[in-house]
């Protein structure tokens, strides 16, 4: 049986595998930290394993956001206690055990929302990256249709009424071209935006 189709066009067995990803993905963070903390604990707590524990806190921060790393980082400070504990680790006083707990937390944490914050930084870049692109292909169509070379104000010989046509309706449908209309035409744009597009003045035409 085929599975449904949903409204954007995936199929109901697309969008389960997405909805899946994040949960397979955090709890294969989840069982990586098991096995650092057993071992952690088989090695015993002369050697340290800090540096190791940082994976799976980066592993969920990158695809999954800030709030699961400082999740997963809490959990890399209780297997990092658990397995220094069971290996016989002793502390002189209370103060040194919670001074060590917090300075591990601590440190997970800042690799947590480091990371996280790297990676909304390049999706943030991706997306003005391809507003940018956009927005030179809106001018490279509205340069071919210019009734006249903007240096010399040689008319183009090209140029007719279905090119004139072309760029008003470029004008019309883009914001970054708004300061190519006159003042009335402006005017009506800015008085219907997101209505049905207006007339242009007769000015204009």
């Not at 397995?83 to 919670?98: H, I, R, V």
């Not at 300075?103 to 997306?127: G, M, P, Q, Y």
Request: a positive charge; one cysteine or more.
């Amino acid at each position: 049986m085929r599975p449904p189709v949903l409204e954007n066009g995936a199929t109901g067995g697309t969008a389960s595998q997405r909805g899946s990803r994040p949960v397979f993905i955090f709890t294969g963070c989840l069982v990586l930290l098991l096995l650092l903390g057993w071992v952690d604990y088989i090695t015993g707590y002369e050697l340290g394993f800090f540096v190791f524990y940082s994976v799976p806190i980066g592993l969920a921060a990158w695809y999954l956001g800030r709030w699961p790393g400082i999740g997963v980082a809490l959990g890399a400070t209780i297997a990092w206690w658990l397995a220094d504990a069971l290996a016989g680790a002793k502390y002189s006083s209370q103060f040194s055990f919670w001074w060590n707990s917090t300075v591990h937390f601590s440190a997970f944490v800042i690799n947590a929302v480091t990371i996280a914050k790297i990676k909304l930084e390049l999706r943030l870049h991706d997306e003005l990256a391809a507003k940018l692109e956009a927005s030179r292909q809106t001018l490279r169509a509205a340069a071919k249709v210019l009734p006249s070379c903007p240096l010399c104000g040689k008319a183009h010989p090209q140029t007719g009424r279905n090119d004139q046509a072309e760029l008003r309706d470029l004008a019309r449908g883009n914001a970054d071209l708004r300061g190519a209309l006159c003042g009335e035409c402006a005017h009506l744009r800015g008085a219907d935006e997101g209505a049905a597009p207006q007339k242009a003045s007769s000015s204009c035409k």
